[in-house]
């Protein structure tokens, strides 16, 4: 069937060599459909019940079969589509493979041109990189800065903080994007102001490099906030009162102590932060200007008038190459250090308050960057309300009637809304995908902490891959590999599904280790002992003590889903149009108002989501404090 499958395409064979064998086919192959499906996982149950006989992961039919099962769907829609990216930069327009138009797309000046330090531009490659670099540092010196005011100062208003820094993370991404033109941009509040004030004219000095910083520093800080604040809470007070016992003063044991014991939280921070910046495509969209990105220009090259695959393959191995060498380096950074401070031992301590010198700078920026960030949604809220924002401020309801529009009539509630349709798309997608997305993390997460078998390393880094592959990567290998025979999916609700299963599910394997590893192994044990096998031991010894696990994995991928353009953008269809392509739509047509609209309302949607489900989690304590007299 596989065989079959890859030498039959949608002209015949895909192998010459196939044609001058056999001749050439009268008919095309069709997608497989659910009855491969059913084939495949009949011969995937077989195969597995074989292993598990031959005595594998000790004859554990329900082992072998996650392992099998997870194998096969990683290989299916991670490994395969970025083997079918790779080899499409070989492939010219005749269909044959060649080394020469490889190297003659991935050595173009447009990518690699060092034209900016002779006062040109700059080959779009180092405008990607030297962005992510920034922002990356950026976003993680705001993360660290935020956290330490909830951890180690006396802040009053630590919650509101909280919500503030957080914010972001439920917000389209190019949004923040439009909030930030209606207040830099040459009609904008701010630009507006100092022009007038100076006697200027207005000027476009906010689209290009300046405003992606700040955009992207905007969206991505809450990533480093919520990696920082762990592992700043983590840092156990026991190291940092001993410092102080040995005559070290705040600052030098903040220096010494617990910086460099932050350093896996830096690391991951910046990590993120540059291959959320590298694989970014909205803000790019709406601010890049003439400051060209990987990402915007992928795009391009695949919905553009060019449409060429090759170059749009090249540019996705260029955005991998780059998110991977971070990825390694990180490793490297590290290296094979222990930072572990948190054991099984009691740890009453409590955490020293930040160095006077440190407090005064960190307070400082925190309040003028909240302060911004506040100014930001307001921009985006009252934009919504507005009939054009800087030419017409009167105040309207026009676009959510427009969007949202809802009547009542002798055939029932008709949602005549132009947006109805999106947002009832993206909240099935998003409802379908969430669940799926937490069970293949957690059964993955299981197998990784509960089992050993061969080829563990490889396993945990196949199922982390999709983790450093950038959306934008991710959209173009999902065309490349799935619009053709024998997986046909393209424009289906499947494919969007699919996609987020696989880039969101690391984070669901992450939150599961991160349980399981503190859930001791006699558990199992114990209820392996009394008869029960591994599937019931997972079902109803595992399972339950994982609820915060499954719950954190369900928010992810639900708010991802809601909000991800990335990767979207290039799977969406007329039949399943996600609601942030559809505001990429009005953003492309200058009906900004329409666009902040729709915005605002899946920010309140995703609240009401987020704060439900943060009330079933919980807050997870790390150690008990006790107050003597209080």
Not at 8 to 24: S, Y
Not at 269 to 298: C, R, Y
Not at 600 to 629: P, S, W
């Amino acid at each position: 069937m596989i065989v079959q499958g890859f030498s039959i395409g949608i002209r015949g064979f895909n192998f010459n060599w196939l044609t001058a064998l056999f001749g050439d086919l009268g008919d095309r192959q069709f997608g497989m459909g659910y009855g491969a499906l059913l084939l495949a996982s009949s011969f995937l149950f077989l195969f597995t019940q074989g292993i598990a006989a031959r005595g594998a992961v000790n004859g554990d039919v329900f082992v072998v079969s996650a392992i099998g099962g997870v194998i096969l769907v990683v290989t299916a829609f991670v490994f395969f589509p970025i083997a079918k990216m790779l080899v499409a930069a070989f492939i010219t327009e005749e269909g044959m493979y060649s080394i020469d138009v490889f190297a003659s797309k991935f050595f173009d000046d447009r990518i690699w041109g060092l034209g900016c330090l002779g006062g040109m531009r700059c080959g779009v490659a180092w405008n990607s990189l030297f962005l992510g670099i920034v922002v990356g540092i950026v976003t993680t010196a705001l993360g660290l800065i935020f956290a330490l005011i909830v951890t180690r100062s006396g802040f009053r208003y630590k919650r509101w903080l909280r919500a503030l820094t957080v914010l972001p993370i439920i917000t389209p991404p190019f949004v923040i994007g439009l909030a930030l033109i209606l207040l830099l941009g040459r009609s904008g509040a701010v630009t507006v102001f100092f022009a007038d004030l100076f006697d200027v004219q207005p000027t476009r000095w906010f689209y290009g490099l300046p405003g992606l910083i700040i955009a992207q520093t905007l969206a991505f800080t809450p990533i480093a906030f919520l990696v920082m604040i762990g592992v700043v809470e983590g840092v156990s007070p026991s190291m940092e009162e001993a410092a102080q016992t040995l005559r070290a003063d705040k600052w030098q044991t903040f220096r010494t102590v617990s910086l460099p014991l932050m350093r896996p939280g830096l690391a991951n921070a910046f990590l993120l932060g540059f291959i959320e910046s590298m694989a970014d495509f909205g803000n790019p969209l709406v601010l890049g200007g003439n400051f060209n990105v990987l990402s915007t220009d992928i795009f391009f090259a695949i919905v553009g008038a060019q449409y060429d695959q090759g170059r749009a393959a090249v540019l996705a191995m260029v955005l991998l190459f780059f998110t991977l060498s971070a990825f390694f380096a990180q490793r490297v950074w590290l290296g094979k250090k222990s930072y572990t401070t948190v054991t099984g031992k009691g740890d009453s301590g409590v955490h020293p308050a930040m160095p006077k010198r440190l407090s005064f700078p960190v307070f400082a920026i925190a309040a003028i960057w909240g302060g911004f960030t506040v100014v930001v949604y307001l921009m985006i809220v009252f934009g919504s309300f507005v009939e054009l924002w800087g030419v017409d401020n009167s105040l309207t309801f026009t676009h959510y009637i427009t969007a949202f529009k809802v009547s009542y009539n002798e055939f029932g509630i008709q949602w005549i809304g132009s947006a109805w349709d999106s947002f009832w798309t993206t909240i099935y997608i998003a409802t379908v995908a969430a669940p799926l997305t937490a069970i293949v993390g957690l059964i993955t997460a299981y197998l990784l902490t509960r089992q050993t078998f061969a080829g563990k390393n490889a396993f945990e880094f196949g199922t982390m891959l999709s983790f450093a592959i950038p959306g934008t990567v991710i959209g173009v290998s999902y065309i490349l590999a799935f619009n053709v025979p024998p997986i046909e999916i393209t424009g289906t609700g499947i494919i969007l599904v699919v996609s987020f299963i696989f880039r969101n599910m690391p984070v669901g394997v992450r939150a599961g280790i991160a349980s399981m590893s503190q859930l001791d192994k006699s558990l199992d044990e114990s209820s392996l002992t009394l008869g029960a096998n591994s599937w019931q031991t997972f079902r109803k010894v595992i399972l339950p003590l994982l609820r915060p696990a499954i719950l954190a994995a369900l928010v992810y991928s639900f708010v991802r889903a809601m909000t991800a353009i990335s990767a979207v953008i290039f799977l969406v269809s007329a039949e399943y149009n996600m609601a942030t392509s559809y505001i990429i739509g009005r953003v492309e047509n200058n009906d900004y108002g329409l666009a902040i609209a729709y915005s605002t309302t899946l920010i309140f949607v995703m609240l009401a989501a987020v704060g439900l489900l943060q009330i079933l989690v919980g807050k997870t304590k790390i150690r008990r404090r006790i107050n003597i007299g209080s």
